[in-house]
C-alpha cells in the first residue's frame, strides 16, 4: 500500500513542477535575442577547423553549416541593431563557404546562397564567387545560371553573366530556355521583363521566410519598368 | 577455439546494454527521419547522412562501451586465468575473443542496415521522389558495410592494445586516442590539399602532412560517405581497395597482438 501512495505521488510532484515552471516562465521578462558570433581568425584555419570536427562525415558538417546559416539569417532579419548586423552577414557567409567546402555537391548550400546570400544580405560577388566554384564541381545547370543571372542583374558584369551563361549549357539536361537566355544575354536584350518574371519564379521555389530579399528586387525592378513605361 | 567464439557471443549478446544497443538504430532512424526534414532540397543526401552518422555513432558505442570494457574486464577481473586452463593456447583465446566480438558486431550492423532500409522506405510516404532521387538502399548499405570496415580494424587496436596493457584504463585512453587520430588525421590530409587551409600551416608541418598524403591511400572514409550520400556509385576497385587497407590494419594488427601476448607475463 505505501508502495503504491509513493507512485502516486509521482505524477502529482511531476504537475507541480510543470506549473511552477510555467509560471516562473510568465513572471519573466522576455529575453532579448543576444548575437554570438564564432571567433574568426583566418578562411583556412576554419576549413581545417571544420574538417577535423566533422573528421569522416564531412556531409553532416556541411548539414550543421546550413543548420548555421538557417539560424544565424533568422537573427539577421529579427535583429534591429545595425552593430550587429555586419558581423552576422560575414559570419552567414562563412557558413557558406565551410559547406560548400566540405561537401561541394550539396545543393541546398546553391539554392540558399541565391536566396539568402545575394538577396537577402546584398553580397552578390561572394555569391557569384560560391556559385561559380560550385558550378565546377556539379554537373547541373542550375548553379551556373543561378550564378549568371546575378552577375547580370546585380553586379552589371555582362561578360561574367555571359560566360557563366555559356557554361551552363554545356552541362547535361539543358532547357531550351538556357540557350534563349544566353542569346538575349549577348545581345543584351534581356530587359527588366525577363528579370522580374525569372525572380518570381525563384521567389516561388523558396520557403516564405527567405524570400523576402528576392521580394525587395522585384519591387525594385518593377518601379524602374514603371518609371521607364511612364517616361516613354 | 570455436567454442571461445560462441562463449564471447553469447556472453556480449547477454549484456544488457548490447540489448539495448541492438534497439537504438530504431530510435536513431527515426531522429535522422527529423533532422532530414530540417533541410529544403536535397533530402536524399541529408537522410544518408543521418544515417551514416547512427553508424558511426553505433560502431563507436561498440568500440568503446562494449568491446574495451569486454578486454578490460579480462585483465581486471584476471578471467584470462580462468580461459586458459581450457586446452586452447594464447594466440587461440586472443582470436576467438576477437572474433566471437566481431560476430557480435556483425549482428549489431546487420540489424542497422534493416532499420535503415525500412526507414529509407518509409521517407517514400512522407517526401516526394525528387527530393529524396540520391538516396538508394544500396548505397546505404555499402557505407555502412565500408564504415563497419574501418570500426573491425579499430576493434584489432583495442585487442593490440589489451595485449600488452596493464589495466583497463590503458586498454581505454589508447584505444580512445587512435580512434581520434582516425577520425582526424584523414580529413586534415585532404583539407590540407586547400589552397586557403596550406597557408595557415607552418612549412615544415606541411611538407610532413604532404608525405603522409603521398603514402597513404586518398580515398578516406570521409570522400566515400560525401560521394554515396550524393547517389554516386563507387567502382569495383574503390571498395576493394578501401577494404584490402581496412584488413591490412587488422591482420597486421592482429598477428602483433598475439607475438606480444605470447611473451606476456600473465
Known sequence: MKRISQWAMLPVLLAVAIISLAIARQAQPPAETSIIVKPYTSTGYDKLIRSMQAGMLPGLGADLATLEIFSGFY???????????????????????ISQFLDPQFLDTYRLTEGILAYGLNMPEQAVELLERGSQQLDHWETPFMASFIAYDQLHDLDRAIALAQLAGEKSDVPPLIIGYTARLINNTLGTDFAIKYLEERKRRLHKGYQQGIEKRIIKLKETQNAITSKS | MKQLIFFTLQEVINARLFRLMLLAPMVLSLL???????????????????????????????????????????????????????PINRNQYLIGRFLGLTMAFLLLISALAVVSVLSLELTQFIWDDLYMASANAGNIILGIALISCQYLSLMAVALFVFSWATGPAEVLSFTFLIWLLSWIFPPVLTAMQDADVAETVPPLLQAFLE???????????????NRLAHGASLSGSDISLYIAEHTAYTVILLILSTLLFRRRNL
Open chain 1, 75 to 97: 537573427q539577421f532579419t529579427h535583429n534591429s541593431k545595425e552593430l550587429s548586423q555586419q558581423p552576422l552577414r560575414e559570419s552567414i557567409y562563412r557558413s557558406f563557404v
Open chain 2, 32 to 86: 535522422a527521419l527529423t533532422f532530414t526534414g530540417l533541410f529544403m532540397l536535397d533530402l536524399g543526401k541529408v537522410f544518408v547522412d543521418s544515417m551514416f552518422t547512427t553508424a558511426h555513432i553505433l560502431c563507436f558505442a561498440f568500440l568503446m562501451f562494449m568491446t574495451v570494457p569486454f578486454l578490460a574486464r579480462d585483465i581486471e577481473a584476471r578471467f584470462t586465468y580462468v580461459l586458459l586452463t581450457l
Open chain 2, 211 to 225: 608525405g603522409c598524403y603521398q603514402l597513404l591511400p586518398h580515398l578516406t572514409g570521409g570522400d566515400i560517405a
